[in-house]
């Protein structure tokens, strides 16, 4: 007897400035899909991987990291059986955009429904233990994100990751400019290293300040705090700008085109800018283009908040 299950997972952006490895917006600007089925024929515990399709399969690793994602679910939830899975790449990778966290995140969400596991934290775990196959070391930001849905902080508590949404009031909307990356393999292990190992104590309180008024604007709907508090990163963004082309004139340009705030799109190289509506995120898109055409080929995409990839799970078969 087989079961299946699809699930959808978007783009997230990590980050948002101060909030290095604890805050994400999952974004609509691109989204990957999953078809899990299995068969619960108990014995031998094992994931394959019989497909890879879409615009994105080709530079995507062969969606390793939904592999990993489901054989980790499978041990922390004690399961015995034969999963197959498909996968569906429209995410780019290497871009910042949470590609192979989401991969993990839809992989994750579409196996939980077939084996019967609700454990938020469980789930995060298996999804962040895939993406660190593409990461390096785990963080759970993006896929936290790609889980479920919109706003997201994480962090672990008692040693689990735990996340939870935050309430979006207003009409957040991002502009993403997404060059054509210099770099796809090893490049959020490339960001993560030129990172400083620590900190003074006043730098992080000043950055952790910074990201909850990101979060009370958000509850809020100050899109105005909201963007001011996203470019407040003293730590990680000017560690990481001098690897971002053209991150300030591209940032200039989306704050003269109206957007409230621009800052790097997670480990990069994408830049998003938080916009109160379409069409100024779309003034402020084109903007940011313009800005980057003498550094390198890119596109801008406009963005909403999108659904989490456990809302998304289908089951049929
Ligand atoms: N928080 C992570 C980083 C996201 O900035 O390294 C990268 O996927």
Known sequence: LTLCARATAYSSSANLGPGYDVLALAHTAFQDRVEACIARAGGERRVEIVSVEGPEAERSGGAATAGRAVEELLGLAGVHARVELRVWKGIPPGRGLGSSGATAAAAVAAVSRLIGVEDASLLLE??????AVAAGQPHYDNVAASLQGGLVAVA???GRPVAARIPLRGDLHVALLVPEPYRVEGKTRLM?????????LQVAARN???SLLLVAAACSGSLRLLGEALMGDEIVEPARAPLIPCLEPVRRAALEAGAYGATISGAGP???AVAGSR???ERAGRAMLEAYS?????RSIVAVPAPGALESVEVYG
């Open 279 to 281: 069409l100024e995120a």
């Open 126 to 131: 298996a999804a962040g233990r895939g993406e």
């Open 294 to 298: 003498g550094c390198g080929s890119a």
């Open 156 to 158: 672990p508590l008692s």
């Open 208 to 210: 952790y300040g910074r």
């Open 192 to 200: 993560r290293s030129v990172l400083p190992g620590s900190v003074p």
């Open 270 to 272: 994408s830049i998003i």
